[in-house]
Every structure is written in structure tokens, then in C-alpha cells.
């Protein structure tokens, strides 16, 4: 997937942005996500004038920034998610109530 998102950069001019432009746009969508989150499971109902948003398709794009900002930072996310695993499953293995009874 990064592989991907690099090409579609690489065609612009602009390039990538400076890490701080993308915290930027990564923190506004969040905040589109967490829009989206209230309107769906939250109390707050959205305006008629309001564009139907899912939950889903801000993910999207949050997952998409973020690729962006890794890219840009030379970091791979598949080798960050190992690493990440690898400490939730070791620190955080007994930390819920688990199915199996462990």
C-alpha cells in the first residue's frame, strides 16, 4: 500500500508535504473520523445539509495521510505493526479477560 501511495505522490510537483503540514492534515482527519463516529453512535445527528460520511471511508483517510507521513519519514509501516504486535501480544497478553481462560 505505501508502494502505492508513493507513486500517486511521485506525480506531483508538491511532492510530499513537511512532517508538520501532515500532523496537520492527519489531526483534521481525525477529526472528521470523530465527526462521523458522534453522528453515527454518538448523540449528535447530523445537519440535513450535512454530505453522508461513513465511519468507513474517513478511516480511508486516515489510514491514507498516515501512509503519506510514513512515506515522506522513510518508515515502513509492515515492519512498525510487527514490532507493535509483537509488544502488545508479549506486554498486553494477560491484560483483558481472555476467551481461552489463560
Do not use: C, W
Not at 42 to 56: F, H, I, L
Amino acid at each position: 500500500m505505501q508502494k502505492e501511495v508513493d507513486q500517486y505522490i511521485q506525480q506531483f510537483k508538491s511532492g510530499y508535504f513537511t512532517p508538520l503540514a501532515q500532523t496537520a492534515r492527519l489531526t483534521e482527519e481525525i477529526g472528521e473520523l470523530a465527526r462521523e463516529v458522534n453522528h453515527y453512535y454518538g448523540e449528535k445527528q447530523k445537519k440535513a445539509t450535512e454530505a453522508p460520511n461513513t465511519v468507513k471511508e474517513e478511516l480511508g483517510d486516515v489510514l491514507f495521510v498516515t501512509m503519506i507521513m510514513a512515506n515522506s519519514l522513510d518508515i515502513d509501516l509492515t515492519e512498525v505493526f510487527e514490532k507493535n504486535m509483537k509488544k502488545f501480544n508479549q506486554r498486553d497478553r494477560y491484560r483483558f479477560e481472555r476467551k481461552d481462560n489463560e
